[in-house]
Nanobody
Framework: QVALVESGGGSVQAGGSLRLSCSTS????????MGWFRQPLVKEREFVAAIMSSGEGTYYGDFVKGRFTISRDNAKNTVYLQMNNLKFEDTAVYYC??????????????????WGQGTQVTVSS
């Protein structure tokens, strides 16, 4: 059974940092690309970052602008999202997801097949 569990969210002041983790089980993590999305209140879910199975290829949403870094540890079946210089508009529930095999549209939610329950990130201005 596939499971994705996000952690590391919380409340932080603008300019602060958080590191999100997504621990996974039930599938061959090292063979799958992974992604992070977020969903602000009363808004659609949006792409944050993705990383290829080897960790050598990464993609980011336009709003990231060098503030976030996605990484993975295949030995621990875990993907991370380091978020620096957080802004009020980064407030959202953050989700990790497993990218479907053979897909290319890394920013589309339809390209992912398994999702975690999310972790809340709240940034105060």
């Amino acid at each position: 059974q596939v499971a994705l569990v996000e952690s590391g969210g919380g409340s932080v002041q603008a300019g602060g940092s958080l590191r999100l983790s997504c621990s996974t089980s039930g599938f061959s993590f090292s063979l799958r690309a992974m992604g992070w999305f977020r969903q602000p209140l009363v808004k659609e879910r949006e792409f944050v970052a993705a990383i290829m199975s080897s960790g050598e290829g990464t993609y980011y949403g336009d709003f990231v602008k060098g503030r976030f870094t996605i990484s993975r540890d295949n030995a621990k079946n875990t993907v991370y999202l380091q978020m620096n210089n957080l802004k009020f508009e980064d407030t959202a529930v953050y989700y990790c997801a497993v990218w479907k095999h053979g897909r290319t549209q890394y920013a589309a939610t339809s390209e992912y097949e398994y999702w975690g329950q999310g972790t809340q990130v709240t940034v105060s201005s």
